[in-house]
C-alpha cells in the first residue's frame, strides 16, 4: 500500500473522532437542539472495538501471540497522563469552590469506575466529571477484552466471533431485563452492560474484516453511496430524542455501532472516495486527532463558561474555542511526549501495516503507532 493512502485512512479514523466530539459537545450545551448527541460516546465505543480487536489480531498473527504486559503499557501511557493532569486541575478547582464530593469524583476518575458511581448516584447526580464515565466503560472494555481474546485465538479460534457476537446480543438481553424490571433510564445509561455491544459490535467488524471479506461484500462497502448512507443515519440518529425511546437501549445502540464500522470499512478499502476525503480534511482530522483532550476538557470548561454568552450558539463557539487551546496545549505537553514514549512497548518486528493478502490478514491498513487503537 502506498504511504499515501495510509495516511488518508489514518486521517479518515480521527474525522470520526471529530463527529462524535463535535456531536458530544453540542448535545451538552444545546440538549434541546441535538437529543441523540450522546451517541457520539457510542460511535466512540464503536471505533475503540474495531481498533483495539484489530491490533490485537494483527500481533497474534505476527507473533502467535499477544504482549498483554506491552498492550496495558501502551494503553497506560496513551489515556492516563492527560487524564491525570485534567483530574488534579479540575479537582483542585473543586477544593477551592469547596464541592463536597471532590476527592471522591477523583478516586473515581482515576480508579475508572466513574460509570458505576454516576449509574448508582454514590456521590449524587451532578458531578464535575461525571462525563468521564465513558473513558471508565472504555477501560473496563481494555481490561478484560484482551485476555478473552486470547483464550480464544489459542482454544477455540473458530468461535471468536461467535462469542464475540454471543456477548454482544448478552449485553442487549441484559438491557432489555433490566427495563422490563422498571429500572430507570439513568442508570441503564452508565451501566457497562449497556455499552458492551457497541464495542462488541467494532470489534465483530474487525474480526470479520480480519478472516478476510467476500469480493461483493468488499465492493458494496466501498460504494460512495453506502457511505453517505452511513453518515446520514448517523447524522439523523443525533437529532433523534433517544434517552427515552426503549428500543434506543434495546437494539439501537448496536445498530449505531454497526453504522460506524461500515465508515470505518469504507474508510479503509475507498481511501479516495469523498466520504474518505472529507473525513480526511486537515481541520476535521485536526479535531479528531486531539479528540481525547477536547472530551476531558470541554465538560469544565463549559462549567465555568456557563453564563459568558448571550445565546446558546455563542456558547458553543466560545465553549470550542476555548477547549480547543486547552486540548492543543494537552496535545504539545503531555499527549504527544506520552506517545513517544509508547512507541518503545510496540512490538518490534510487527509490521506498520497488514497487507490483505493472506486471508486472514483483511485489510488493517494503518499505522498502529499513529492509530494508537483507542477511541479518543
Same mark, same amino acid.
Given at each position: 500500500?502506498?504511504?499515501?493512502? =495510509? ?22 450545551? =444545546? +440538549? ?5 448527541? &450522546?451517541? #457520539? ?42 487524564? %491525570? ?47 468521564? !464515565? *465513558?473513558?471508565? =466503560?472504555?477501560?473496563?472494555?481494555? $481490561? ?16 471468536? %466471533? ?18 422490563? %424490571?422498571?429500572?430507570?433510564? !439513568? ?31 468488499? &465492493? ?22 433517544? !434517552? ?46 486531539? *479528540? ?19 445565546? +446558546?450558539?455563542? &456558547? ?16 504539545? $505537553? ?14 518490534? #518486528? ?8 493472506? +486471508?486472514?490478514? #483483511?485489510?488493517?491498513? !494503518?499505522?498502529?503507532?499513529? &492509530? ?5
Amino acid at each position: 500500500m502506498e504511504k499515501t493512502k =495510509v495516511s488518508a485512512r489514518v486521517a479518515a479514523f480521527d474525522g470520526l473522532r471529530a463527529i462524535a466530539i463535535t456531536a458530544v459537545l453540542i448535545t451538552h450545551v =444545546v +440538549p434541546d437542539n441535538l437529543p441523540g448527541g &450522546q451517541l #457520539g460516546v457510542d460511535l466512540f465505543f464503536a471505533l475503540s472495538g474495531y481498533l483495539i480487536t484489530s491490533l490485537l489480531l494483527k500481533e497474534y498473527d505476527h507473533f502467535g501471540r499477544v504482549s498483554l504486559k506491552d498492550f496495558y503499557i501502551r494503553r497506560i501511557l496513551r489515556l492516563a497522563p492527560a487524564l %491525570m493532569v485534567f483530574a488534579v486541575v479540575v479537582t483542585g478547582f473543586a477544593l477551592a469552590r469547596h464541592e463536597p464530593h471532590a476527592w471522591g469524583e477523583f478516586f473515581a476518575v482515576i480508579t475508572y469506575t466513574m460509570n458505576f458511581v454516576a449509574a448508582f448516584k454514590l456521590l449524587g447526580d451532578s458531578l464535575s466529571m461525571g462525563h468521564t !464515565w *465513558s473513558l471508565a =466503560v472504555e477501560e473496563q472494555f481494555y $481490561l478484560l477484552w484482551p485476555l478473552l481474546m486470547i483464550f480464544l485465538l489459542g482454544r477455540a479460534r473458530s468461535w471468536l %466471533m461467535a462469542a464475540t457476537l454471543a456477548l454482544a446480543a448478552m449485553g442487549l438481553l441484559s438491557t432489555f431485563a433490566l427495563q422490563v %424490571m422498571g429500572v430507570d433510564t !439513568w442508570m441503564i445509561y452508565f451501566l457497562p452492560t449497556t455499552r458492551v455491544a457497541p464495542l462488541l459490535v467494532g470489534a465483530a467488524g474487525a474480526i470479520a474484516h480480519w478472516r478476510g471479506l467476500p469480493a461483493w461484500s468488499t &465492493q458494496l462497502v466501498a460504494s460512495p453511496w453506502i457511505a453517505v448512507t452511513a453518515l446520514a443515519l448517523i447524522t439523523a440518529w443525533f437529532f433523534r430524542n433517544t !434517552w427515552g425511546d426503549v428500543w434506543t437501549w434495546r437494539a439501537g445502540l448496536a445498530g449505531f455501532a454497526a453504522l460506524t464500522v461500515l465508515l470505518i470499512v469504507h474508510a479503509i478499502e475507498a481511501p479516495g472516495s469523498i466520504v474518505t476525503r472529507i473525513l480526511s480534511l486537515p481541520p476535521v482530522a485536526w479535531l479528531g486527532r486531539r *479528540s481525547y483532550a477536547f472530551y476531558l476538557w470541554h465538560a469544565p470548561v463549559l462549567w465555568m463558561l456557563a453564563s459568558s454568552a448571550e445565546s +446558546p450558539w455563542m &456558547q458553543i463557539m466560545i465553549t470550542f474555542a476555548a477547549t480547543a487551546a486547552i486540548a492543543e496545549l494537552s496535545w504539545r $505537553l503531555v499527549e504527544a511526549p506520552a506517545l513517544k514514549l509508547k512507541t518503545r512497548f510496540e512490538r518490534a #518486528g510487527l509490521p506498520l501495516r497488514a497487507e490483505p493478502s493472506a +486471508p486472514h490478514a #483483511g485489510a488493517l491498513g !494503518w499505522r498502529s503507532a499513529e &492509530q494508537g487503537g483507542e477511541a479518543h
